[in-house]
């Protein structure tokens, strides 16, 4: 045990804990005001839900005893044996520590999908997907990449969740617009945010929430969490910076959600870097992330699927672009494995690898949920709850009495 | 008597306000009001999607006003809010049947 460990540990696991509410109000002001408590509310009650399934079975899947390299064996169910000494991913904090930890990621990665299905899912089926796609894609894909599944094994780099939570959670909320098709008026009515400094407020303790996110990955108070923590603010600050210029050049005005937004998708490009790249890899994946992930999002409004948040746009082809970048910044000097650019072009295969199983895993299982949620208890709103408003209609509330 | 209702540049709303107590208008409703008339709207841009807002804020102000002093307010109304650009607004007038005050219960031009 190390008490500097425990004390670095325990701080970012409450820093990880405020990216969700964080993320309730960087979506809450996305959308419509009729829809903005059950916007949050997905976001929020996550929080709830995920602890729950943590606790009696999650952790498990995620990192117990090995099957097949598949999901964790069932050795943890309850948190047993899962106490105050450390555990097999560390020796310097005590074991539900690190379940603590771990436990904020599995909480946020499903909230992140809601971004996609927004202003049009019943609360009832957003419940049953939560648990069921948390369970059967977050679980075991966690699993391959940190809870020593095949995919870790094979060298895949992923230091605090590119793949894992970004591309996994991206790919998942594409099938979510897909398969539950646009919102009522989409592509006729403006249908625009309706609280940008809320947003803007979310995406600052996002930023805030990201340094426990990626430096606390290191699971030490050490060189490497520093490294992380520094790469963390670069890719950040350069990502804001890169998406206001593109769509200065391309659509004549820099705005400031495209400010918050550039800074999320440098943030999620630099995730599975942080901890493996230096200060410039960092410069060069944060600004790649802010002009791709804008473009993106721009391709979205022409392809015309219905991804209401951007979810696909900044976490999906933010996540894959943060991947591979992992696999050409990579330098030994930091994390010990070099990428392509450091002579190793190999990491860079097995990063594509990683990428790619896990899209076609995540969107084959998310698709399957879907289509069983849908044919049970359905996945829409009525239209007339569509327009009264998720607000009134899910939760018998509003959001300003003004 | 007859109410006065200006459409007006939200930002033109204390010139008015101001020139019309100053020629002795003692009271007014306003109310903030989104519209269109030739004036265009504006486009607003959100994550790369572009929205034309059709409807431009005005603030609507509705005063009642004794048939003799109409025409002085109108004026009044007409030069302080007077940019001299398209979407300055327009002024109603209408006749109107009663005022009653509802502390008193006075009727008429007593009660305005």
């Known amino acids: 045990m190390n008490s500097g460990d425990i004390a670095w540990m325990l701080a970012a696991t409450a820093l990880v804990m405020f990216m969700t509410p964080g993320l309730a109000l960087f979506y809450g002001g996305l959308v419509r005001k009729k829809n903005v408590l059950a916007t949050i509310m997905h976001s929020f009650i996550s929080l709830g839900i995920i602890s729950i399934l943590w606790v009696l079975y999650g952790y498990s899947l995620a990192f117990g005893t090995d099957v097949g390299g598949f999901v964790g064996g069932l050795n943890y169910l309850g948190l047993k044996g899962v106490g105050l000494e450390a555990g097999p991913y560390s020796d310097t904090i005590p074991h539900i520590l690190f379940a603590a930890f771990q436990l904020m990621f599995a909480i946020i990665t499903p909230a992140l999908i809601t971004g996609a299905f927004a202003e049009r899912m019943k609360f009832k089926a957003y419940l049953i997907f939560t648990i069921a796609w948390t369970t059967l894609v977050y679980f075991p894909v966690c699993h391959w990449v940190w809870g020593g599944g095949w995919l870790g094994e094979m060298g895949a780099l992923d230091f605090a969740g590119g793949t894992v939570i970004h591309i996994n959670s991206g790919v998942a909320a594409l099938a979510c617009a897909l398969f539950l098709g646009k919102r009522l008026g989409y592509g006729t009515n403006a249908i625009a945010p309706h609280n940008v400094p809320m947003t803007v407020l979310g995406a600052g303790i996002l930023w805030f929430g990201w340094f426990g996110f990626n430096a606390g990955s290191a699971l030490a108070a050490d060189e490497s969490a520093a490294m992380a923590l520094f790469v963390t603010q670069i890719a950040a600050g350069a990502g804001a910076v890169a998406w206001i210029i593109g769509e200065w050049l391309y659509q004549g005005k820099p705005t400031t959600l495209g400010a918050a937004s550039g800074a999320v998708a440098g943030l999620v490009g630099i995730t599975p870097a942080a901890g493996f790249v230096g200060p410039m890899g960092a410069l060069v994946i944060g600004i790649g992330a802010g002009i791709i992930c804008y473009f993106a999002v721009v391709a979205k409004n022409r392809l015309g699927y219905d991804d209401a948040l951007d979810v696909v746009g900044i976490h999906g082809i933010g996540g894959l672009w943060g991947a591979l970048a992992t696999g050409l910044f990579a330098t030994a000097a930091i994390g010990g494995v070099d990428g392509l650019f450091y002579g190793n072009p190999a990491q860079f295969g097995v990063q594509a690898l990683g990428a790619v199983v896990t899209i076609i895993f995540s969107f084959g299982v998310t698709a399957a949920i879907l289509k069983v949620i849908d044919l049970t208890v359905g996945l829409r709103a009525t239209p007339e709850e569509e327009n009264m408003g998720l607000d009134l209609s899910e939760h018998s509330e509003v959001g300003y009495t003004w | ?112």
């Not at chain 2, 030739?38 to 034309?52: F, N, P």
């Not at chain 2, 102000?61 to 302080?80: F, N, R």
């Open chain 2, 1 to 112: 008597m007859k109410k006065v209702e200006a459409i007006i540049k939200p930002f033109k709303l204390d010139d008015v306000k101001q020139a019309l107590n100053e020629m002795g208008v003692t009271g007014m409703t306003i109310s903030e009001v989104k519209g269109y008339g030739r004036q265009k709207g504006h486009k607003e841009i959100y994550r790369g999607a572009e929205y034309v807002v059709d409807f431009v804020p005005k603030v609507k102000l509705e005063i009642i006003l004794d048939d003799s002093q109409v025409d002085g307010v109108v004026d009044v109304i007409v030069k302080s809010a007077n940019t001299g650009r398209i979407g300055d607004g327009k002024i109603f007038v209408t006749p109107v049947e009663q005022v009653i005050r509802v502390r008193t219960g006075e009727r008429g031009t007593d009660a305005i």
